[in-house]
C-alpha cells in the first residue's frame, strides 16, 4: 500500500462453514484449489530474499513478473486484447534539472522557488505562451491542489503562496517519474501574481520502461462486462538494515498477499470455467512510488464497461476483528459490499466497512483510478492501519502472516463474488460528484 491508504475483507475458512451455504461439493472443489498450503507456496515465492523487495525497475520485480506470468499461463489465462503476453508494458520519463531561472515582474527567481514538471528537455515559457494562471493560496490543501495541476493536462503556471516554502522542494518527487505528457506545468513559489514573466529550464530525460502483468478469462455471454481482480506486485526494495541486519523490505503483506489473492483467484475461476462476464486478472507496478500501473491499466478501459474491481490489498494478518472478516474501502458509495455480503451469507464470514476514513485509503490504492470515474471499485484490506506492526518495514515477512486466514479471505472473495461473476448482479456506480 502507497504511503497514505487501503480497504479490507476478511472472511471464513472453514470448510464446513461454506459447505453449509454452498453445498459439500462446491466447497470441497474451492478447498483443493485455494486452500492454506498452495496459498503459501505462491506467497513463499513473491516475498522471498530472491526478488529483493520487488522495487520498481529494478532486478527483483522482473523476476516477480516472471512468476507471475508463469502462474498465469498454468492457469491457462488468455492475455488482454489478444496481446503477444501477460505484460502490459508502458513507459515512464524520469527528469534531472540541469537549470532553472525565472524573472518576474523584471525580478529573478532562485532555481529553489521553481519546480518544472515536463517531458521536454528544453522549456521556454513567458506571459505570451499561452499558459494557463493558477494559484496555490496559503490555507490550500497541498497534495490534493498539486495533483489537480499536474493531471490537468494543460500547460499551466501554478503560483504557489510563499507560506508553503517548507513543502515547496517535495514538488520535485513529480518529475521524479512520470508518464508522457505534452503539457508543462511550471510552479513557482512566489506570493504575487505577475503581469510579466519569463521562465527557462533545461532538463535531462530518461525514459524507463514497467509493465502490469494480466491474464483474462472471457466471458460465456457478456464478453464486453468486465470484473477485475487486482493487487500490486511492485514494494519498496531494499533499505538500510535493522537490529537484525535485515535490509530487504521484503513486502510479504503489502502486497504479495494481495498479488497470491490474484493469482489464486485466476486458478479458482479458471477451473469453474463458468464465468458469464469476462474476468480480469490484473498485478500492477509502481504502486508504492504513485500508483502509475494501476492508473495506466485503468484508462485502458472504458469505465462503462467495468462492472466491478476487487483491488486486493494487504490481507495476510487479522483485521481488527479478527479472522474471519476484512474491510472494504468505499462501502457506503456503492451497494457492492451489500450484494457481496448477500453471497456470504451463513458462512461466518463477515465484510465491514473500512474502519479507518481518516486514512482516506478509497483514494490511496489501485481502485482509484476506476473509481474516480464512477467504477465500483473497492479495495479489500486486513491491514490494522493504526497498529500494523510491520507496514513498510523489512520485517514484513511471510512468518507474520496467517496462511489459513488468508485462504479463507481469498475462499470469501471467490464466493462473495458470485453473482457478479454470473451476471445476475450489477453493482451501483461510485457517483462522482461526491468524491473530493
Ligand atoms: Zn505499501
Not at 508502458?90 to 525565472?102: D, G, H, K
Not at 483514494?363 to 479495495?379: C, E, F, I, W
Not at 496467517?402 to 464466493?415: P, Y
Amino acid at each position: 500500500m502507497r504511503i497514505p491508504v487501503i480497504t479490507t475483507i476478511l472472511l471464513l475458512s472453514a470448510g464446513s462453514l461454506f459447505a453449509q451455504a454452498h453445498g459439500s461439493k462446491s466447497a470441497q472443489q474451492i478447498d483443493q484449489i485455494i486452500n492454506p498450503a498452495a496459498v503459501e507456496k505462491i506467497e513463499k515465492t513473491l516475498s522471498s530474499d530472491d526478488m529483493q523487495g520487488r522495487a520498481t525497475f529494478t532486478p527483483g520485480i522482473e523476476k516477480a513478473a516472471e512468476f507471475i506470468e508463469s502462474q498465469f499461463r498454468q492457469a491457462g489465462l488468455k492475455t488482454l486484447n489478444g496481446a503477444g503476453s501477460y505484460r502490459q508494458p508502458f513507459t515512464m520519463l524520469a527528469t534531472t534539472p540541469v537549470s532553472a531561472t525565472a524573472t518576474i515582474d523584471g525580478q529573478q527567481l532562485g532555481a529553489d522557488r521553481i519546480v518544472v514538471v515536463s517531458a521536454a528537455t528544453h522549456i521556454q515559457a513567458d506571459d505570451h505562451s499561452g499558459f494557463e494562471k493558477a494559484f496555490i493560496k496559503a490555507g490550500a490543501s497541498f497534495g490534493p491542489v498539486v495533483l489537480k495541476y499536474i493531471k490537468a493536462k494543460k500547460n499551466t503556471l501554478v503560483l504557489v503562496d510563499s507560506s508553503f516554502a517548507k513543502t515547496f522542494p517535495r514538488l520535485a518527487r513529480f518529475t521524479r517519474q512520470q508518464f508522457k505528457s505534452d503539457n508543462t506545468v511550471i510552479f513557482l513559489l512566489t506570493s504575487t501574481d505577475p503581469a510579466s514573466y519569463s521562465i527557462t529550464a533545461e532538463q535531462q530525460v530518461t525514459e524507463k520502461d514497467l509493465a502490469n502483468i494480466v491474464g483474462v478469462l472471457p466471458g460465456k455471454s457478456k464478453k464486453e462486462e468486465y470484473v477485475i481482480f487486482s493487487g500490486h506486485y511492485d514494494h519498496l526494495g531494499s533499505g538500510k538494515p535493522d537490529a537484525k541486519g535485515d535490509s530487504i523490505y521484503n513486502g510479504a503483506n503489502d502486497d504479495a498477499s494481495g498479488t497470491t489473492a490474484v493469482i489464486m483467484l485466476a486458478n479458482y475461476f479458471a477451473k469453474k470455467k463458468d464465468n458469464e462476464r469476462t474476468l480480469v486478472f490484473a498485478t500492477f507496478t509502481a504502486e508504492e512510488i504513485g500508483e502509475f500501473g494501476s492508473e495506466y491499466f485503468s484508462n485502458q478501459f472504458d469505465p462503462e464497461k467495468v462492472m466491478a474491481m476487487f483491488n486486493i490489498e494487504m490481507i495476510g494478518t487479522e483485521s481488527k476483528w479478527g479472522t474471519n472478516s476484512a474491510y472494504i474501502t468505499g462501502f457506503e458509495r456503492t451497494d457492492m459490499g451489500k450484494i457481496l455480503e448477500k453471497n456470504l451469507a451463513g458462512s461466518g464470514f463477515n465484510f465491514y466497512p473500512d474502519p479507518y476514513p481518516q486514512e482516506n485509503l478509497f483514494y490511496r490504492s489501485d481502485n482509484a483510478t476506476l473509481a474516480k470515474q464512477g467504477v465500483p471499485a473497492h479495495t479489500i484490506s486486513t491491514s490494522k492501519m493504526d497498529s500494523e506492526k510491520y507496514y513498510h518495514t523489512a520485517g514484513d515477512e511471510i512468518g507474520t502472516l496467517d496462511m489459513k486466514n488468508m485462504a479463507a479471505i481469498i475462499r470469501s472473495i471467490a464466493i462473495s463474488s458470485k453473482s457478479i461473476v454470473d451476471g445476475k448482479d450489477t453493482p451501483t456506480r461510485v457517483d462522482t460528484k461526491e468524491l473530493r
